[in-house]
Nanobody, 117 residues
């Protein structure tokens, strides 16, 4: 069984920084895409950033220039700078992992980020 565990959320003032991490463990053959999503209060979950095993990276327009996604082995991180109150929400890690004969999507439990104005 594969598990994802996130860490690094918290409370920060606007303009501050946080770093989120997500570690996958279990029977892992390979990992293709690693993603961070977030869900703000009362809103739908949105994709924030993706990093592929090729190294290609995609960011949501709202975080370009402020957030940096990176990966190392089974860990994906999200460095968040110049945070804004609208970045508040629960951040979820999602990884597409080959554990058996095909890739499946796995999710972390979420970590809360609160940005005060």
């Amino acid at each position: 069984q594969v598990q994802l565990v996130e860490s690094g959320g918290g409370l920060v003032q606007a303009g501050g920084s946080l770093r989120l991490s997500c570690v996958a463990s279990g029977r892992i053959v390979s990992i293709s895409a690693m993603n961070w999503h977030r869900q703000a209060p009362g809103k739908q979950r949105e994709l924030v950033a993706t990093i592929f095993d090729s190294g290609n990276i995609v960011y949501a327009d709202s975080v370009k220039g402020r957030f940096t996604i990176s990966r190392a082995k089974n860990t994906v991180s999200l460095e968040m700078n110049r945070l804004k109150p609208e970045d508040t929400g629960i951040y979820y890690c999602n990884q597409r992992i080959l554990s058996g004969i095909s890739y499946s999507d796995y999710w972390g439990q979420g970590t809360r980020v609160t940005v005060s104005s």
